[in-house]
Nanobody, 125 residues
Framework: HVQLVESGGGSVQEGGSLTLSCTAS????????MGWFRQAPGKEREGVAALASDGNTYYADSVKGRFTISEDNAKRTLYLQMNSLKPDDTAMYYC????????????????????WGPGTQVTVS
C-alpha cells in the first residue's frame, strides 16, 4: 500500500523560500515518476514539477528557475525547494507518484498519477 505524506508548508512573505517534503512508503516501483502539483482556491489543480527514476526533471514554466525538485532515496523523500515565492504560488501542494518514468507531458496528465498525498498548504503574502 503506497502512502505519501507532505510536510513543510506554511506562510511566507513574497520573495521568501520554503522546502516541501514528501515521505513515501510502500513504493516498490522499479521505475517511477514523482511529482508536485498544486491547487489554488477556485482554480484547477496544476502540475508544478516532476522527477523520474532516470533522473530527468520537468517543471511548469511558471516555476522554472525558482523551484527545484529532488529526492533522497535513502530517506524515501521527495523535496520541492521553492525560492523567490510569489503570491501566485499560494496553493495546496500535493505529492503524487506513478509506476513508470515521467515524460514531457507528465505534468499535464494528472490522471496518470494514481497515488496522492493529502497536501500541505503554502501561503505567500
Amino acid at each position: 500500500h503506497v502512502q505519501l505524506v507532505e510536510s513543510g508548508g506554511g506562510s511566507v512573505q513574497e520573495g521568501g523560500s520554503l522546502t516541501l517534503s514528501c515521505t513515501a512508503s510502500g513504493i516498490t516501483y522499479t521505475r517511477y515518476c514523482m511529482g508536485w502539483f498544486r491547487q489554488a482556491p477556485g482554480k484547477e489543480r496544476e502540475g508544478v514539477a516532476a522527477l523520474a527514476s532516470d533522473g530527468n526533471t520537468y517543471y511548469a514554466d511558471s516555476v522554472k528557475g525558482r523551484f527545484t525538485i529532488s529526492e533522497d532515496n535513502a530517506k524515501r523523500t521527495l523535496y520541492l525547494q521553492m525560492n523567490s515565492l510569489k503570491p501566485d504560488d499560494t496553493a495546496m501542494y500535493y505529492c503524487a507518484a506513478h509506476s513508470w518514468d515521467c515524460y514531457s507531458g507528465s505534468l499535464q496528465n494528472q490522471h496518470n498519477f494514481h497515488n496522492w498525498g493529502p497536501g500541505t498548504q503554502v501561503t505567500v503574502s
